[in-house]
């Protein structure tokens, strides 16, 4: 049910046994996580051989979404219903430890099980384009030339209902052994932030046009 509260449930596929009190089912964590993401993993499976897909995505409701080309290899295949397995990382720390064995990494990822469907009516797919524009810079679409029909066309958009779904986060410092706890050497987290770079304008950019205000918008991490 789009817009319910309710935790996921785990799955024979998705209760983290590794570690398992990193794992969340919550919507809160699971949300914060997948709108604090651009970039996917999309695996499938292709007449035996397995593929991973990194590609751009976003969230409304209880959906993610991504597209591409309608030529996509990826696409054409996850279009048509096969079980998917869609993952989003971010890495925010690598934990240093005394010892390598305790080496580690703090991080948030989820991952989701299903089929994706296809976004078919073109003024649906249109508003998915709009959606994912602005998630990519807040304010971006009604400033941009409208797509044609046939650029909506040559694009697939898919989406996958949130059903069975996990995350996985560590954070904090290193977890050592006790008996390493003496030794010289440095142990902590050194963060690893995403940041957003200064716009660079286009040199082909035509003159007199000016930097939008909302790029200082755009939230990644
Ligand atoms: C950036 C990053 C770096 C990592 N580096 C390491 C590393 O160097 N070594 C290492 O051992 N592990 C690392 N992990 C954790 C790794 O993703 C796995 O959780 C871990 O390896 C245990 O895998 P498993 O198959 O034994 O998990 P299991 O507990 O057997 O997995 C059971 C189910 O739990 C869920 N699950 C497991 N892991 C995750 C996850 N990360 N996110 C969402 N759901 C999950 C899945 O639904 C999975 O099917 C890293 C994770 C991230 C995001």
Redesign the pocket.
Known sequence: MSGTTEPFVPTA????????E??HYDRETVYAILDAGLMCHVGYVIDGQPYVTPTAYWREGDRVYWHGSSASKMLRHVKQGPPVCF?V???DGLVLARSGFHT??N?????A?GQAEMIEDPADKLAKLEAMLERIVPGRWPELRAPTAQEVKATTVVSLKLEEV???V?SGGPIDDDEDMDLDVWAGVVPTPTTIGAALDDPALKAGVAQPANLAKIRIG
């Open positions: 596929r998705t209760k983290v046994k590794r570690a398992h990193r794992g993952t990382a971010l890495m580690s990494v991080y948030r990822s989820v991952m099980m996990v995350a996985k560590r």
